[in-house]
């Protein structure tokens, strides 16, 4: 006989999120694996705190500790491996806007939205871990809003993987797949079907898919749940947009089926990143259905 009760082990507890023109950091206490997910985003996990664990980026796993800081390039498939619900670890994970990076380093202005970290995986070097500390410090204070200082710690921390990795590249996946992930991105969340998307930008629906994943390396639907999340993270940063809305917005049937997909990808409800935006603790048992 299965235990349908919930296993008050298992759990995400937020401590802290700030929001800037950079992107987004997230300070979390984590002991429940996530689903398997992708950002348009650069994205940098440090452990700040608990147990070793595992993240498992493009079907490998590499070593997240005291020592480690894990690279995740622009749409990479990725997730933290089920050593977390064993040994709980506390994270601080930045979602890095490209953009922002890209003229904060001085990149070129042709890597457009893809900036790659030519590895997954790297060691810390004394420079890093200081400002590893710092942003962790920033956070564990609550920090609420964003500042100069922070978006230069953010840049020199990223900036620092990317000059140290052996090689970053432009993934150029063409104009057709392009479109698709432009019309995403403009769509606020309210993503079109698949088969209509495909339609769009003048592709049949199979082979879209085949084309979308050799160019992005992920499914187009991984990428449209990722668009749908930024969605929301945006809007709950408002206060004026109820949850119910929110849900409706983005193409949700009911709030409750809403709930169940934001927890599934960030592992809290909806109102309870509100609340840790707002710089108040959030301990979050796991979800129903997530």
Same mark, same amino acid.
């Given at each position: 006989m299965?235990?349908?009760?919930?296993?008050?082990?298992?759990?995400i507890?937020?401590?802290?999120?700030?929001?800037?023109?950079?992107?987004?950091?997230?300070?979390s206490?984590?002991?429940?694996?996530?689903?398997?997910?992708? /950002?348009?985003?650069?994205? $940098? %996990?440090?452990?700040? !705190?608990?147990?070793?664990a595992?993240?498992?980026?493009s079907?490998?796993?590499y070593?997240?500790?005291?020592?480690?800081?894990?690279?995740?390039?622009?749409w990479?498939?990725?997730?933290?491996?089920? $050593?977390?619900?064993?040994?709980?670890i506390?994270?601080?994970?930045?979602?890095?806007?490209p953009e922002?990076?890209?003229?904060?380093i001085?990149?070129s202005?042709?890597l457009?939205?893809?900036?790659?970290? !030519?590895?997954?995986?790297? @060691?810390?070097?004394?420079?890093?871990?200081r400002?590893r500390? %710092? $942003? +962790?410090?920033y956070?564990a204070?609550s920090?609420? !809003?964003?500042d100069?200082?922070?978006? /230069?710690?953010v840049a020199?921390?990223?900036?620092?993987?990317? @000059?140290?990795s052996s090689?970053?590249?432009?993934?150029?996946?063409?104009?057709?797949i392009w479109?698709?992930?432009?019309?995403?991105?403009?769509?606020?969340?309210?993503?079109?079907?698949?088969a209509? %998307?495909?339609?769009?930008?003048?592709l049949?629906?199979?082979?879209?898919?085949?084309?979308?994943?050799?160019?992005?390396?992920?499914s187009?639907?991984?990428? +449209?749940n /990722?668009?749908?999340?930024e969605t929301a993270?945006?809007?709950l940063?408002?206060?004026?947009? *109820?949850?119910?809305? %929110?849900? $409706?917005?983005?193409?949700?049937?009911?709030?409750?089926?809403?709930?169940?997909?934001f927890?599934r990808?960030?592992?809290?409800?909806?109102?309870?990143?509100?609340?840790?935006? *707002?710089g108040? +603790?959030v301990?979050? *048992?796991v979800?129903?259905?997530?």
């Amino acid at each position: 006989m299965v235990d349908s009760r919930p296993d008050e082990k298992r759990r995400i507890d937020i401590t802290s999120v700030s929001q800037g023109i950079f992107g987004r950091i997230v300070l979390s206490d984590i002991s429940k694996p996530m689903a398997e997910h992708v /950002h348009h985003q650069c994205h $940098l %996990l440090f452990k700040v !705190g608990g147990q070793d664990a595992e993240c498992v980026v493009s079907g490998r796993r590499y070593p997240l500790t005291n020592d480690t800081v894990i690279l995740v390039n622009a749409w990479e498939r990725h997730h933290l491996g089920q $050593l977390v619900a064993e040994k709980p670890i506390t994270v601080l994970a930045l979602y890095i806007e490209p953009e922002w990076l890209r003229r904060r380093i001085g990149a070129s202005a042709d890597l457009r939205s893809w900036i790659f970290f !030519g590895a997954s995986c790297m @060691r810390l070097t004394e420079p890093m871990r200081r400002l590893r500390e %710092l $942003l +962790a410090d920033y956070m564990a204070a609550s920090g609420v !809003g964003c500042d100069e200082n922070v978006g /230069h710690i953010v840049a020199e921390l990223a900036g620092a993987f990317l @000059r140290s990795s052996s090689s970053y590249e432009n993934r150029d996946p063409g104009g057709h797949i392009w479109r698709a992930l432009d019309i995403m991105a403009e769509s606020r969340g309210n993503i079109p079907e698949m088969a209509t %998307l495909a339609r769009e930008i003048g592709l049949s629906r199979s082979r879209f898919f085949s084309r979308f994943k050799t160019c992005v390396g992920a499914s187009p639907t991984l990428c +449209a749940n /990722h668009f749908r999340i930024e969605t929301a993270t945006r809007k709950l940063a408002e206060n004026g947009t *109820s949850i119910a809305e %929110l849900s $409706l917005s983005l193409g949700f049937s009911d709030q409750p089926n809403f709930t169940r997909f934001f927890g599934r990808h960030l592992g809290v409800s909806p109102g309870n990143y509100r609340r840790a935006l *707002s710089g108040h +603790a959030v301990n979050v *048992s796991v979800l129903a259905g997530s």
